[in-house]
């Protein structure tokens, strides 16, 4: 497949050229709230000292592959941001731009969409989903076949069907074999599935009314409070069962023919942060300036084992590692006052905001032999472009109505020097319902309400001359500038009311 590019040229890089060889692995691994300061080497490349929360694994791939500097989430929330990335659609196309929060909600994924796994699978790729769904499912009422559609937080039990997850969850979206939490440590539910069936987490493992009053530590019971779970949830295993999941897939598939893609999609560093005193005899609970950091240590480790059991099994350089965000890191008071700063100090804001520490992501891609190490590029990168990106990897073929916003960076991956990257993208925010448009380095965000009712702008930036987004730099009075004002919002209105496409069809 190839993508038509209609966008001016921001590709800085050079890199070899490609050469053509078997169709490889690839290995899609998308943390929850890790922002740009969250990886160690660019801690140290901002202070030029030992990193706080060291990610001895995230900086070998960096080294070893590319980082981007200027790649976004789809929003700077994690449900909304799954839809966008997984479809390759901006999340206003969704029935719920805003995201889908609650477990059994219908899906925002609509019939004639594809998916990551879709493409893969068509291809003839192995595909396995391991990790945080929260993109809503279907389950049946207790003794019906009638589908349950209630909200999952909720002081009393459900009538609801948790032993099997009827439709619309990874096993029917495109993955051979999957692990799914389907709202991540941030339950309810507070449950696993393999394959679509529970798994339970222990022999006595029964499901419950999940609460402070039953829960075995009540610390696991998220901010998001109580509803279904597993009597055995324990928050400080999950990343260990999920990176051991991750690998069994990986040594089972690469005794296959065909070659494998994994959707890893690790709950870390979601709150609650419930770090285990020690992972393989090393120090983790205590060893940074948070718990918030220590779970940075945590997502390392998940990653360790992942590029492990690829070695292990000899397909390492044979396999292609994407590695991102859902959104922008978390603020941490703690870790601040010592200097570790997700947003990564460079940027203004966090996580749920419109200024671009809400979706300023690492973005790192690895491909020994065809991507050179130490690689750099800053072409603005958006999380719905991975999907395009993967259906060119894989040799995968979309139709006109899919993925409408997904912009393929493959020819970049490769070493195409003539590639030209997307000059726009549309963004969105987090509660507050701001809306975002990039175009080169203006930016403006506009405020709406969950209707996307109004768009209504409230500031305008030139990032070149104001990364920080200071507001005594926000141009949005200026008279100046009110032409820009107006096109711009113009323009974002435009797009949004054109139900085609806003790349060219390859």
Known sequence: MKIITVFPCLFSLALVPFVSAAQPNIVFIMADDFGLGDVGRQYEERTGQAALAPTP???????????????????????????????????????????????????????????????????????????????????????TTEIFRGKDRTGKPLDVDLTKWVDFGPQDLGFDYDYTLPTGIQGPIYMAFEDGIWSPFSPDSEIIHYDERTAKDPFFISDKGAGPGDSEWDTYKINEILAEKAAGFIERSASQAEPFFLC???????????????LDGKPIRGSTPSHHTDMNRVFDWEVEKIVTALKAANVYDDTIIILTSDNGGLWDPVAEKVGHLSNGGIVRGTKNHPWEGGHL??????????????????????????????????????????????????????????????DEVLLQAGAQCELVLRQGDWKLVMQSDWELSKMEPIALFNLANNPKEADQGNLIHNPEYASKVAAMHAHYIKVRNNPNRTVAFP
């Open 57 to 143: 694994t995230l900086d070998a791939l960096a080294n070893e592959g590319l980082w981007f500097s200027d790649a976004h989430s789809p929003t700077a929330l994690c449900s909304p941001s799954r839809y966008a990335v997984m479809t390759g659609n901006y999340n206003y196309r969704s029935y719920a731009p805003w995201g889908v929060w609650g477990t059994f909600r219908p899906t925002a994924i609509a019939v004639g969409d594809t998916t990551l796994g879709l493409v893969a699978q068509n291809a003839g790729y192995n595909t396995g989903f391991i990790g945080k769904w929260h993109l809503g499912g279907d389950f049946y009422k207790k003794g």
């Open 264 to 278: 890893y999609w690790s709950p870390t560093v979601h709150v609650p942060h419930t770090p285990p005193v020690e």
């Open 361 to 422: 992501v690492p973005l790192i891609v690895t491909w020994p032999g065809v991507i050179p190490a130490n690689s750099r590029s800053d072409v603005l990168i958006n999380g719905t472009d991975i999907l395009a990106t993967l259906a060119d990897i894989v040799g995968g073929s979309l139709l006109e109505s899919q993925a409408k916003d997904s912009y393929s960076f493959y020819p970049l991956i490769k070493g195409d020097t003539s590639f030209q990257a997307r």
